[in-house]
């Protein structure tokens, strides 16, 4: 599977790096205010410009502190970007000349990739600012782009600028493609015995294995041949709670382990038997579910616990009365060290995905689903009365569901969550992230008609 190539937006705080990366997605993602440090997290979502398909990255966290010469955020975002990025835009601002940390983010940039840098002023709204911004040569980083990106102006210079980079090392022009016939993460916190488990599948030392958490820093992809089918196995650096991230290799870790998650057909998450379930794997759980993919529990480290015949039945009971996110995933107990039972995981793989793309005949799915809400029709919620009128499963990659009613926006949660265990119990979707999306029934729109409450959906 190719991997899209990565554009990461650094500068100091407050130039407009969110502004940006809005402006690119053509879509408001990322948190825009005048404050400085208000994105915290680094966004990444997929885009493409011109038939090219990129990956572009917004940092965040670049508050420095006054105690350090060189800023240990800044620091920290940019040698990110350096190692993760084909194309770094970076960016200052028109209206006003080379600042200190300008300066330091320029010299750390020239000094490990200059082949990567496209210096770019925002805030060049007017024909001054736009004269102003030629001032940013001294940065030594080449003529600067002056761009507005509140008003899109220069935008789509500076894209094509990126992509005529990129294109020099990544000549795609399609999308994420797969060449597989199923692809697999495998997931957890550190030390859970990923590596260990992708080591016993593949029946070699293909990764490094070593007591110590975290050894595995990055994503590593290995192809596996079962039953005659090309299988992608894709090992993942462990992910700890953000409070545990202390240094940028750590931080790198983690981005990188939920990029993975993104280009997998089925999560496996790896618990450590002797650790029991805790709240890191279950934000692990939610990427999964956010992303749509396909999910699994193993309980790894089987051969270390005091067991009979109803311990694992007892184990997943509990586990899946405390955590209501599990209820419907299904589990294994394995050990990566033994072997045991770890072809299972692929047995159990390919199930999920094929309950991934099932089909349910639509006289079957309509007569459920208005028998459900016979039964147990939704709260009543004055003024706002909410009337079923009909439901569609969507052709995707997961089970999608349009379901049409009066007042879609004032569904309740609790009632998603009803008609969800409903298809779950009915149709066997586990393992499956399932997605409604209610909509105003209506006729379908004709030039500028009906663009009124036909436009009015919520999804879960």
Not at 297 to 322: I, P
């Amino acid at each position: 599977m190719p991997t899209l190539p990565v554009v990461s937006i650094v500068g100091r705080p407050n130039v407009g790096k969110s502004s940006l990366f809005n402006r690119i997605l053509k879509q408001k993602v990322a948190v825009v205010d005048d404050t400085p440090g208000v994105t915290r997290d680094r966004n990444y979502k997929e885009t493409s410009w011109s038939g090219y398909h990129f990956t572009v990255v917004d940092t965040g966290g670049l508050i420095p502190t006054s105690k350090e010469s060189i800023p240990s955020e800044i620091h920290k975002q940019v040698d990110i970007a350096i190692r993760e990025s084909s194309a770094i835009i970076f960016l200052v601002e028109a209206q006003t000349g080379p600042t200190d940390l300008d300066l330091l983010i320029a010299r750390q940039l020239m000094k490990a990739c200059p082949e990567k840098v496209i210096l770019t002023a925002n805030k060049a709204e007017s024909e001054e600012a736009g004269i102003e911004a030629s001032g940013h040569f001294a940065l030594g980083c080449g003529d600067p782009f002056p761009i507005s990106a509140l008003h899109g102006k220069g935008t789509g210079d500076l894209l094509d600028e990126v992509c005529l980079l990129l294109k020099q090392k990544f000549p795609q022009t399609s999308s994420l493609q797969k060449d597989t016939a199923l692809n697999i993460a495998i997931v957890g916190r550190p030390n859970s015995g990923k590596s260990s488990l992708v080591n016993k599948l593949l029946k070699n030392e293909r990764m490094i294995v070593d007591d110590a958490p975290g050894t595995t820093r990055d994503a590593i992809d290995s192809i596996l041949t079962y039953n005659n089918l090309q299988i992608r196995l894709i090992d993942t650096a462990g992910l700890r709670k953000k409070t545990q991230v202390h240094d940028n290799t750590e931080y790198y870790c983690n981005m990188r382990a939920i990029g993975s998650i993104r280009k997998c057909d089925v999560c496996v998450l790896l618990i450590d038997t002797t650790m029991k379930l805790g709240e890191q794997d279950l934000k692990i759980l939610k990427h999964t579910i956010i992303n749509r993919k396909g999910m699994i529990v193993c309980w790894n480290k089987w051969d270390l616990v005091d067991k009979d015949s109803k311990t694992f039945d007892s184990l997943v009971a509990e586990a899946k009365k405390t955590y209501r996110e599990i209820k419907y995933v299904p589990m294994l107990s394995v050990s990566a060290l033994t072997g045991q039972r770890v072809a299972n995981v692929i047995d159990m793989a390919f199930e999920v995905k094929q309950r991934m793309v099932r089909r349910i005949k639509p006289f079957r799915l309509r007569d459920d689903f208005f028998e459900w809400v016979k039964i147990h029709p939704h709260p009543y919620m004055a003024p706002k009365e909410i009337r079923f009128l009909g439901i569609k499963q969507l052709n995707a990659e997961h089970p999608h569901f349009n379901i049409f009613c009066t007042n879609p926006s004032s569904v309740a949660p609790s009632y998603k969550r009803f008609l969800i265990n409903k298809m779950q119990d009915t149709y066997d979707f586990s393992g499956c992230p399932i997605a409604l999306t209610f909509k105003t029934a209506g006729l379908k729109k004709r030039g500028k008609e009906n663009t009124g409450n036909n436009s009015s959906e919520k999804e879960f």
